[in-house]
Each structure stands twice: as C-alpha cells, then as structure tokens.
C-alpha cells in the first residue's frame, strides 16, 4: 500500500470529515470509528451517553466486572499526579449477573457496540465469567484484565507471568463463542512484554489489549504517609503515553500480524496517531474522559484531519506505518533510512 | 443534563479569604437546582493537572449580558483552587455541570436550619431562597476558623429569619463550633429540617445530632472525586440503602446530598465489613486497579 494523493474513502464513516476512511477492524469486530473507551473510565456508557452519542464510538469497553460484588478498596483511592493520576479502585462493582442484567442489558437495547472487560482472582473465575456472558447477547469481544492478583500464586498478577496469563487466556477462550474476539489486556509492569503478549496469542488471544497501568505510589508529604488509603495505585494518562507507545512498538515487531488496541495517556489526535502508526488497528481513551467527558469524540476527529492532512486515505493505510522501510512509504520526498537498531528494543 | 461549556470569567471578587468567581455557563446556569456543583478544568487544554476540581453553584444568573452565569466561591490552597484564584476577567475555564443530586425540598412550609462551615455555605443561599419561596422558615448557622473563613454572612442577614455565626477562634459571633449552636436553634425554631454543606467531620456531627432528635437532615458531603461525573469509582462512601444494605456509593452523581442518617459517617475511608461485596481477605497491594 502507497500513500497516495487523497482519494474519496470507499465507505467513509458517517461522521468523520468525509475524507479518511476511519472504519477499523480488530480481530473481526468491525467498527465505524477506531476510537474506544478504556475499562474503568466509561463505567458501562450510560454516564458518558448524556455527552455524546455513545454508539458513535468503535465500542464501549465496559469497567473490569468480577463474578461477585466488590466493594473496592477504602478512600482516598486517586491522587493527581503530573500529567496523569494514581489509582486505587479495587475493582468496585455490583457483579457479573447485575452486570448482564442492568449494564449489558442497557448497552444492547442502545445499539452501543460492547466490550466486556472481565477479571478474576483465579483461572476458574475467568472461565465462569465467560461461560456466563456466552450465554448473552450483546457481547461483542471480550477484554481480559490479567493485571489482577493471582490468588493461587500468592497474589502474583496474572500478567507478569506467560504461564498464569495463557491460563486465564485458554479458560476465557475455551468458554467462549469462537466468533467472539477476546482480547488480553497486558501490563506494561513486566521485564519483557512480547514473551507475555506471545503466550496470550498462542493459548488464543485474538488481540491484544496494551497497556494497563504502571504501578505507582505517592507520598503525601503533609500526612507522611501513602496518598492512597490502598497504599499503591494504577498510574494512567499523558505521564505514561511513551511506555505505552513503546509497548506496542515492541509487540507489532515481535507479533506482525496481532491485533493491537493501543491506549495509555491518549489525549489528542496526534496522540492517537503515534499509536496507530507504532502499530494499533484502534484505540482506548481513558483518563482524559475525566478531563474533557466527550474526549473520545474529539480524539476521533482529530485524528481524522491528522490522518487526512498526511495524505492517507484510510486509517488502515496507517497501521504499523511507522515500521516501514523508507522504500516502502511512498513518500516522493525520500528522507535517509532511519537507523532501527533491534537490540536497544 | 450536564453539559460540556467553554466558559469565560466574568469578574472575580474578594470575600475574606475567598474568591467569588461569575463564569458564563450557558445553559448549565437555567439547569442549576441548590446543591449541585460544577467541574472546573485547571489550567487550559495542554495543563498537566488533568483533573477537573468540584465546586458548589453558589448562584447562577439566567439571563444577563452575558447570558448564562454560574457563581462559584473558590478556597485557594492547592495548585488548582490558586489556579483558579488567579484568573482575571476574560479568562477561558472550562466547566461541566450541573453535577449531582440537590437538596431535596419539602412539600410543607416546615422550619428549616441551614448550617454551613467555611466555604460550605455557598450552595446555602440558593437553596435558602427557594425554600423561602415554599414558606418555610428558614435560619442559618454558619460557622469557620475565623471570621475571613465565613462566607455570605451579609446574604444570610438578608434572606434568613435568624443568622447564627460561630467562629473558632471567636473573631465573630460565638466562640467554638456550629454544632455547639445548632442545638439551641433547633429548640428554639422547632427545626423540622437540616439542610448542610461544610466539612465532613461537622457534618458527622450535624446529621447525628438531628437523626438523635428525630429530625430529616439532608447534607452535602465532599469527596475526593476523579472525573465528577460517575465513570471513576473515586469518589465513593459507605451509604445505607432503603433495603438496609450499606453499598459503597459514588458521591458525585448518587450525591453530594444524602439524608444524614443513612451515611455511615464514623465509617468514610473505610469499607465497612458488611458492605455490600465486602472483602475480608483481599489485602494485597499488587494491581486489581
Ligand atoms: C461536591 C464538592 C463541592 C465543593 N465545593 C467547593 C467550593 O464551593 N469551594 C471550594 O473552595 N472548594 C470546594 N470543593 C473542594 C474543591 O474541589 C477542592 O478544594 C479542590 O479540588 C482542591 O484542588 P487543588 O488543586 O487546590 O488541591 P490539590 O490538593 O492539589 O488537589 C489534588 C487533587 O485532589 C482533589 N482534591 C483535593 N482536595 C479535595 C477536596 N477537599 N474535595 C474534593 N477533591 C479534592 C482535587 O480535585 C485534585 O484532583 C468541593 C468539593 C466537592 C467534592
Ligand atoms: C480510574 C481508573 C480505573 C481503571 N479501571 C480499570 C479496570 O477496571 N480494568 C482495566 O483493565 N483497566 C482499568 N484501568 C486502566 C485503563 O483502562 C487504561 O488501560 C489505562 O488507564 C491507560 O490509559 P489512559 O492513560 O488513557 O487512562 C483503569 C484506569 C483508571 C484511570
Ligand atoms: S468522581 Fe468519578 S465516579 Fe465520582
């Protein structure tokens, strides 16, 4: 694929300028905008529907949903941080059955395209998790947390080991429709991303869902003592865009042809854009939602005129550009190969 | 419905410790019911302080020059309250509202007693106003550290039937704490409601004393909040619902107002462990974000 001069989109999404074709799909599930919520930013939509269309975005990734009930961990659970914030939620929320019933049931019954994001204390919860949602309509891919602790293994997080993270994968992919795409969502706390990203595809991952966030703490230097009543939290936003870019740089070399939904600290088009061209077929806004509520939207559009202002005429023509040999792009205004050294990856 | 609205300062004016700021707000001003807040982003569209900060409506003006108004009375401590504090007329800040759940009104005219601590009062006088409209009497308690930590004693004067002011260090009214008046002012005024706004720990000890007389307390509480607009989980205290169950309850859109007696007031920052979906075991400092 050239980039070439712009050319009409064959099916251009229904809002976008009309320009760049910005329909994406990741592991079979088709989507009008390549712009996602994150887990536990969009609660299940509903909130976000009073500030814009909700069934506009490529879907709604829903908060991480448990077997049971949870009531999270005690306040104070955020501190701001620069450029980004720590969290401690704890995974609060009312269960799986009063999910499908109340949440699920919304999403369907609005034509908002879902994905669930499931999580676990062990193997077994995640395959129960899955078994139910296989009976429910409405489920379009499945996102797997495995950034939770592993009870069996003393607490170890499901993600910072191949083997735990491609039993969960195997568990949610064995219980689960195989037109449903699921994908692992991986955390950046790990020595090497592409060994767990490798286990997740071949215990059958469909895509990958990258990154989570950074384990962080924050002093609170009144108080001397942890600003989070959970002690450690979840670093999110533009402070952890460069790891996040990074990681999926890593994981388009290692894996050429996964699918990857790109998301950490995305703010802007451009932002949105670097992951795109390092790799991704979509992306997730999560932490600017709390800054600007129909982010997510504008995010779309800017990366829209991004897109068209570089020439392209489709997102696809996008994905991965950023690997490209120089000979390779298209450009007429050749620049010098760029030296890509694998061993500082 | 809460709204997105690029707004602009109309003017900002010192009240003792405080900064009044108007902003236009469009239609966020004719949605505005007492008790309600607004989300201000800190800092313009680059900022790095990526949250918004949560702040009371203290009055709104509907239509004017500049069409839609919000007033708002900022405490400046942190970087985004100074922020906010430093803003001059014309100054772009971003606002979403109005947020969460006002104060319910009584059907009745009954006697009201609205207490508010520091900046606490500010959403009291709006409320004031539409209770008066009601009938009902209204007298107001309001109390802070010291007398340039009061706010609207001058518009309390002129809206309620009795003002009780109580300071800490007795620089004005009565030396102590407003729960050390509210006593008095309930027997003497037969109270039948309390509406309150201020301090977790006064209005701990405001809804306790009302629920120990029998009587209705509605109290805007304050909590830490992420995104103000209930996609976070941040802002969450223990609640006891009408079932009797005690559920971890996010502030910001099943509050800022709950009825005083169904907080667990002596149990906020923690989970209780008959919370619904309660843990007792779950203690491990690794992820589960
Ligand atoms: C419903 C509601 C109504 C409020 N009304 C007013 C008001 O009318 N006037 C006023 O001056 N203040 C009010 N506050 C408190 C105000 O939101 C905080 O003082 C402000 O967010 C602190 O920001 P900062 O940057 O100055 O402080 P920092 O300590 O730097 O803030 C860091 C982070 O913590 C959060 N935070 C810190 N303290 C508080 C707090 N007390 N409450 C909530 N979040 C906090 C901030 O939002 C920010 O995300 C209200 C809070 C709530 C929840
Ligand atoms: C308050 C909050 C809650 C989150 N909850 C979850 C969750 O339940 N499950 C999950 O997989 N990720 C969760 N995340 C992580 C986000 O989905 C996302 O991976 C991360 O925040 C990086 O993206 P961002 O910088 O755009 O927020 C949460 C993030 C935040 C800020
Ligand atoms: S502040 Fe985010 S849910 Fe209340």
Redesign the pocket.
């Known amino acids: 694929m050239t980039r070439a001069t712009v050319v009409p989109a064959e099916s251009p999404s229904p809002w976008s300028d009309g320009r760049v074709n910005m329909s994406t799909s990741l592991a079979g599930l088709e989507m009008p905008s390549p712009v996602l919520t994150?887990?536990?930013?969009a609660a299940a939509g509903r909130e976000l529907d009073q500030f814009f269309d909700i069934t506009r975005l490529g879907a709604v990734v829903t908060?991480?949903i448990t077997l049971e009930p949870r009531a999270g961990r005690p306040t104070p659970r955020m501190a701001e941080t620069p450029s980004g914030?720590l969290?401690s939620?704890g995974?609060q929320g009312p269960g799986i059955t009063a999910f499908v019933e109340r949440d699920l049931a919304w999403l369907t019954q609005r034509g908002a395209r879902t994905v669930v994001?499931i999580?676990g204390d062990t193997v077994e919860d995640y395959a129960k998790l899955a078994k139910t949602l296989r009976m429910h309509d409405g489920v379009d891919a499945i996102?797997v947390?495995i950034?939770c602790p592993n009870v069996a293994e003393r607490g170890q997080v499901f993600a910072c080991s191949p083997d735990s993270a491609s039993a969960v994968i195997q568990a949610v992919r064995r219980n689960t429709d195989s037109r449903v795409p699921i994908l692992a969502?991986l955390s950046p706390d790990v020595t090497d991303i592409t060994s767990i990203a490798v286990a997740c595809v071949r215990a059958g991952a469909d895509g990958l869902s990258v990154?989570?966030?950074l384990l962080g703490l924050v002093i609170d230097t009144e108080q001397m003592r942890p600003a989070l009543a959970g002690v450690t939290g979840?670093l999110?936003?533009p402070a952890?865009r460069p790891v996040a870019v990074r990681c999926v740089w890593q994981i388009r070399q290692a894996l050429p042809d996964i699918p990857i939904l790109g998301?950490?600290?995305?703010r802007t088009g451009l932002d949105a854009l670097q992951f795109i061209l390092a790799g991704a077929q979509a992306v997730?806004?999560?932490?600017?939602v709390f800054n600007d509520p129909s982010g997510p939207i504008r995010v779309h559009q800017e990366l829209s005129t991004a897109l068209a202002e570089r020439g392209f005429s489709s997102l696809a023509e996008a994905v991965s550009y950023a690997h490209r040999a120089p000979q390779d792009r298209g450009l007429s205004e050749s620049i010098a190969p760029a030296e890509i050294d694998e061993d500082s990856l | 419905m809460p709204e997105q609205y690029r707004g602009e300062v109309v003017s900002v004016r010192r009240a003792g410790s405080y900064h009044v700021l108007t902003l236009t707000a469009g239609s966020i001003a004719t949605q505005t019911r007492p008790g309600q807040f607004v989300a201000l982003a800190i800092g313009g569209e680059e900022s790095g302080l990526l949250l918004r900060r949560a702040f009371s409506i203290h009055g709104v003006q509907e239509r004017g020059v500049f069409g839609g108004t919000v007033d708002v009375v900022v405490s400046p401590h942190g970087a985004g309250t100074r922020w906010l504090a430093q803003r001059h007329r014309g100054d772009a800040v971003n606002l979403v509202g109005p947020l969460g759940r006002p104060f319910s009104l009584p059907r009745d005219p009954v006697s009201c007693a609205l207490v508010g601590g520091g900046y606490g009062s500010a959403p009291l006088f709006m409320l004031a106003e539409q209770l008066r409209a009601r009938g009902c009497r209204v007298d107001m308690v309001l109390g802070a550290a010291t007398e340039e930590k009061l706010f609207g004693v001058l518009e309390a004067k002129r809206m309620a039937s009795t003002v009780t002011l109580t300071t800490d260090d007795g620089s004005l009214g009565q030396t102590g704490q407003v729960t050390d008046a509210l006593a008095g002012v309930m027997d003497q005024h037969g109270t039948d409601v309390v509406y309150a706004c201020g301090p977790m720990g006064m209005l701990a000890a405001v809804a306790n004393m009302a629920t120990a007389r029998g009587v209705y307390s509605q109290c805007a509480v304050e909590e830490s909040m992420?995104c103000g607009i209930g996609v976070?989980m941040?802002c969450v205290l223990p609640v006891i619902g009408d079932d009797g169950t005690t559920r971890m309850v996010r502030s910001c859109i099943d509050g800022p107002v709950f009825r005083g007696d169904t907080v667990r007031w002596a149990d906020v920052g923690t989970i209780p462990p008959d919370t619904l979906g309660a843990s007792p075991v779950r203690e491990s400092s690794e992820g589960a974000?």
């Open positions: 994150a887990s536990g930013c908060k991480s914030m969290n939620i995974l994001s999580a996102e947390n950034s969502k990154i989570n966030t979840g999110s936003g952890i998301m950490g600290g995305i997730s806004v999560g932490t600017t | 992420a976070c941040t974000r």
